[in-house]
Antibody
Framework: QVQLQESGPGLVKPSETLSLTCTVSGGPISGYYGYWIRQPAGKGLEWIGRIYTSENINYNPSVESRVTISVDTSKNQFSLRLRSVTAADTAVYYC?????????????WGQGTLVTVSS | QSALTQPASVSGSPGQSITISCTGTSSDVGGYNYVSWYQQHPGKVPKLMIY???NRPSGVPDRFSGSKSGNTASLTISGLQAEDEADYYC??????????FGGGTKVTVL
C-alpha cells in the first residue's frame, strides 16, 4: 500500500520560507501526480499545487508567486517551498498522490503536518 | 480561482438520503468530468469517496453516489448511517490545469 509522510519544521518565522518534503513508500512517485494541500484550523481544504515531472507543475494562482514544488524521483520524494510566509499560511499541510486510472484526485494522503507561522 | 460553492451544512436521519451540491462554472465543474468528493472526519485525513463525477474507489460503500448536471455536481448518501457524519469536500479540475476545492459541507446525522 502506498504511504506518504510529510516532514519539515513545525514553526516558521514570518517572512521566511516554509519547506516541506513528502516521502513516498510502497510505490513510486515517478509516473504519478504529487499534490500539496493545506487546511487552516477549523477551515476547509485549499489546493496548493501538483507535480508530475519537473516540467509539468501546476500551482494555485493565489500562491503561485511564492511557491515552488519539486520532485526527486531518486529519493521517491517531492517537496514544497513557500516563501514570504505570514500567519495566514499557518495550517496543516498534506501531501498526496494520485493513482492509475483515477483522474485529478488525491487518492493516497500523508497524515499531515502542522506548520505554524509565528515569531 | 474561486472556491466551488457547497452548502455549509446538511442533515438527515438514519436511513434517509441526503444530497450535497457543489456549484462551479463552465471553467471547472461544467467543463470537465473530473469532479471528486472527499470525506473528512474530525481530526482525520480526508478520504476520497468519488472520482470522475460518479466513480467509487475500491472499498467505498455503494450508498455513496455522484452525479453532475451543468455546472453543479452532487454527492448523494443513501441509507444515511451515523458513521457518515463528517465534512465533505468537492473538488474539480479547472481550465487552467489546476484543481479547486469547495468550501466544505458538514453532514449531521440526527
Amino acid at each position: 500500500q502506498v504511504q506518504l509522510q510529510e516532514s519539515g519544521p513545525g514553526l516558521v518565522k514570518p517572512s521566511e520560507t516554509l519547506s516541506l518534503t513528502c516521502t513516498v513508500s510502497g510505490g513510486p512517485i515517478s509516473g504519478y501526480y504529487g499534490y500539496w494541500i493545506r487546511q487552516p484550523a477549523g477551515k476547509g481544504l485549499e489546493w496548493i499545487g501538483r507535480i508530475y515531472t519537473s516540467e509539468n507543475i501546476n500551482y494555485n494562482p493565489s500562491v503561485e508567486s511564492r511557491v515552488t514544488i519539486s520532485v526527486d524521483t531518486s529519493k521517491n520524494q517531492f517537496s514544497l517551498r513557500l516563501r514570504s510566509v505570514t500567519a495566514a499560511d499557518t495550517a496543516v499541510y498534506y501531501c498526496a498522490r494520485d493513482d492509475i486510472n483515477i483522474g485529478a484526485s488525491a487518492v493516497f494522503w500523508g497524515q499531515g503536518t502542522l506548520v505554524t507561522v509565528s515569531s | 480561482q474561486s472556491a466551488l460553492t457547497q452548502p455549509a451544512s446538511v442533515s438527515g436521519s438514519p436511513g434517509q438520503s441526503i444530497t450535497i451540491s457543489c456549484t462551479g462554472t463552465s471553467s471547472d465543474v461544467g467543463g470537465y468530468n473530473y469532479v471528486s468528493w472527499y470525506q473528512q472526519h474530525p481530526g482525520k485525513v480526508p478520504k476520497l469517496m468519488i472520482y470522475e463525477v460518479s466513480n467509487r474507489p475500491s472499498g467505498v460503500p455503494d450508498r455513496f453516489s455522484g452525479s453532475k448536471s451543468g455546472n453543479t455536481a452532487s454527492l448523494t448518501i443513501s441509507g444515511l448511517q451515523a458513521e457518515d457524519e463528517a465534512d465533505y469536500y468537492c473538488s474539480s479540475y479547472t481550465t487552467i490545469g489546476t484543481l479547486v476545492f469547495g468550501g466544505g459541507t458538514k453532514v449531521t446525522v440526527l
